[in-house]
């Protein structure tokens, strides 16, 4: 079982930044297909960043040139760096563990973007 924990957000003006952190439990944190999604109030849970065990990296449209998603093995923590924020940025973010089947979520940290 991973567990997953979420640290960094919180109040930021437009054009601040952020850098959110994700610790993974357990020994196979290189297997594990990582993300960052978010989820505003009234709105679906979105993809906003992914990397692969070989840090391949994907990133959503609204973001691309923003942020940037890492992983540090050594630490099992997976990082996103937040740049020029928008309030539409406004969310929940939530970190996602895949290996397989096998799907894990973080509890999720509130990011507000506002002056």
């Known amino acids: 079982q991973v567990q997953l924990v979420e640290s960094g957000g919180g109040l930021v003006q437009p054009g601040g930044s952020l850098r959110l952190a994700c610790a993974a439990s357990g020994s196979i944190f290189d297997l594990y297909f990582m993300g960052w999604y978010r989820q505003a109030p009234g709105k679906q849970r979105d993809m906003v960043a992914t990397?692969?065990?070989?840090?391949?990296?994907n990133y959503a449209d609204s973001v691309k040139g923003r942020f940037t998603i890492s992983r540090d093995s050594a630490k099992n923590t997976v990082y996103l760096q937040m740049n020029s924020l928008k309030p539409e940025d406004t969310a929940v973010y939530y970190c996602?563990?895949?290996?397989?089947?096998?799907?894990?979520w973080g509890q999720g940290t509130q990011v507000t973007v506002s002056a």
């Open positions: 990397i692969t065990r070989r840090g391949i990296t």
């Open positions: 996602r563990a895949q290996y397989g089947l096998n799907i894990h």
